[in-house]
């Protein structure tokens, strides 16, 4: 099992890359289809439904948003630490990361589910959800609610399977659920009429699916750690740097539930219910573009922290440059189709033609600078993964708190409309430009420490 680990140290970079960051794309992009397959099936059901239905989406995502938080300043700040352990050779420290990320994921997770349970209405009403609105969105975020225990234990363990050198298991554990989701949401939604309920089941049973999974791995053979009772401790220390190291994914996507928050509020006020539910699939179209640049950060992230462990640092920056490059290809294949293919893609979510014409206006606007936003994000994943936490919630915020919020209240002051759809291009180029100078700056910086470190040793 050493060996798999130790591989990290050895092997060559871009077929490490390869290897760990395609399932971890192919995951990420089957995950989306949690979000993509309801908003398809659901766009689908009808002309009024399915507009209230996909405007309801809209609305209950940011909610979302909370406890995928939580799951992602567990699961990846667990995960980072746990590879910094095993580069250092530490395991019964790393067994003790496993357990303890599993305990915090579960404690943090029951109290925003008392909250939100005792609190639905008022959330709803918060995210943008007018009284045509609310009943979907109610039925549907409920169930969502009430099974988010799955989602976090579920999306916890599996980053962990990654830095245990096994990223095809991660893999298989987004096809399980997504599977389970592509089979039971057209059945729940019409076959058995159950409505956004259905839907919220069917996403829900998805992700119970993918928690057996993962746990499985961990108590199989294959695992570097076992779970078993001696790791679940809840030392201080460990919480702490958890904590710490899953602050900027966590910062990122509790940034994404204001930004949500700002985004609907505008979307009402200058675009109705058919901005929403148009912006709601041009969401769902986003989740899918970033998802492969996600994919890409989680497979280099063990990659980077296993060798800033181990004090190799060349194998860091080549890490970090052959991420930047393939995340920025695989955006630009994508970015494409988007431009080409513009009706079409919209024509999968809903064959309104108000609503169409409406989501095609809004993708053309928003995503006109994307293909920047690779270098972000894997600079944030870069930091994180070193653990220099404040530079990553730094650059994280910088995007989506510092340029692109402001933008999102200004502009609409002046261009109505079309102001929302501006403040996404502006905030993508110009936090990736900055991004960009950050990471550069730090990695000439931390290769000049490292070679005098080398140096000296010797």
């Not at 399977?161 to 096809?175: F, K, V």
Request: glycine share 8%; net charge positive; hydrophobic share 50%.
């Amino acid at each position: 099992m050493e060996n798999k680990i130790q591989r990290l140290e050895t092997d060559s970079i871009t077929k490490l890359l390869i290897e760990f960051s395609w399932p971890a794309i192919a995951g990420m992009l089957i995950n989306s289809c949690y979000n993509i397959i309801s908003r398809i099936f659901i766009g689908n059901t009808g002309s009024y439904d399915g507009m209230m239905g996909l405007a309801a989406l809209t609305v209950c995502f940011p909610i979302m948003l909370i406890f995928f938080a939580i799951a992602t300043m567990c699961g990846l700040g667990g995960s980072a630490l746990y590879s910094i352990k095993l580069g250092e050779k530490n395991l019964k420290e790393a067994g003790k990361v496993l357990g303890t990320s599993i305990w915090l994921v579960s404690a943090l997770t029951i109290i925003p589910t008392v909250v939100a349970f005792i609190n639905i209405e008022q959330f709803l009403k918060a995210f943008g959800a007018s009284d045509a609105i609310m009943p979907y969105a109610k039925d549907y975020i409920t169930v969502i609610i009430a099974g988010s225990l799955f989602g976090g234990i579920g999306f916890t363990i599996n980053a962990f399977t990654r830095a245990d050198g096994s990223p095809s298991i991660s893999m298989w554990t987004n096809i399980i659920g997504a599977i389970f989701n592509i089979i039971f949401t057209p059945i729940f939604l019409f076959a058995l009429r159950w409505g956004m309920t259905g839907a919220g089941i069917a996403v829900i049973g998805g992700q119970l699916c993918t928690m057996i999974w993962v746990i499985a791995y961990f108590r199989g053979k294959k695992s570097t750690i076992k779970l078993t009772k001696e790791i679940f401790v809840f030392e201080a220390s460990i919480v702490k740097q958890i904590i710490a190291m899953g602050m900027p994914p966590f910062a990122m996507q509790m940034i994404n539930t204001i930004i949500m928050f700002t985004v609907n509020g505008a979307l009402l006020k200058y675009g109705g219910e058919l901005a929403m539910s148009a912006m709601g699939i041009v969401m769902s179209i986003q989740t899918i573009l970033i998802m492969p640049i996600i994919g890409i950060s989680q497979g280099a992230q063990p990659i980077i922290g296993y060798n800033f462990g181990a004090k190799t640092f060349v194998r860091v920056a080549e890490t970090v440059k052959q991420a930047v490059i393939a995340s920025t290809a695989i955006i630009l294949f994508f970015y494409a189709l988007i431009r080409i293919f513009p009706d079409p893609i919209m024509s999968m979510f809903t064959q309104n033609h108000d609503l169409r014409t409406m989501g095609v206006r809004c993708m053309n606007l928003w995503f006109l600078t994307f293909p920047f936003v690779g270098i972000q994000i894997i600079a944030s994943c870069y930091f994180q993964s070193i653990g220099k936490i404040a530079h990553s919630i730094i650059i994280t915020s910088t995007r989506q708190l510092i340029i692109f919020i402001p933008a999102v209240i200004v502009l609409p002051m002046f261009m109505k409309f079309e102001g929302i759809l501006w403040a996404a291009p502006f905030s993508d180029l110009t936090s990736s430009l900055i991004a960009g100078a950050c990471l550069y700056a730090d990695i000439k910086n931390e290769s000049k420490k490292h070679m005098k470190q080398k140096e000296d040793e010797e």
